[in-house]
């Protein structure tokens, strides 16, 4: 089992910056890649970013390339999702993620098997 838990949301400014913190527990946390997705209201769920299981490869939905940093430090067992120049569009629920399958990098909810309980991020315009 992998646990996750997702800090760091709150209320921002448009322009201003946040950063997510994901805690993963259980297994070997730093065997998986981690991912980020999010759901705003009254919309599916959407990929956001993801990282593999030694940060050395990224992956970003197209709204949030050259905005939004994913990077983790396993020694803490944490990922983190930094997110600059904030936009109304981006308020949604934030999730972390995890495969089953190690190895995997999970950019689809098809491949997601752990989710965190998620931190609402608001973006006031």
């Known amino acids: 089992q992998v646990q996750l838990v997702e800090s760091g949301g709150g209320l921002v400014q448009a322009g201003g910056s946040l950063r997510l913190s994901c805690v993963g527990s259980g297994r070997t946390f730093s065997s998986y890649a981690v991912g980020w997705f999010r759901q705003a209201p009254g919309k599916e769920r959407e990929f956001v970013a993801a990282l593999s299981d030694n940060g050395g490869r990224t992956y970003y939905a197209d709204s949030v390339k050259g905005r939004f940093t994913i990077s983790r430090v396993n020694a803490k067992n944490t990922v983190y999702l930094q997110m600059n120049i904030l936009k109304a569009e981006d308020t949604a629920v934030y999730y972390c993620?995890?495969?089953?399958?190690?190895?995997?990098?999970?950019?689809?909810?098809?491949?997601?098997?752990?989710w965190g309980k998620g931190t609402l991020v608001t973006v006031s315009s």
């Open positions: 993620a995890a495969p089953w399958v190690q190895g995997t990098v999970p950019t689809r909810e098809g491949v997601v098997h752990y």
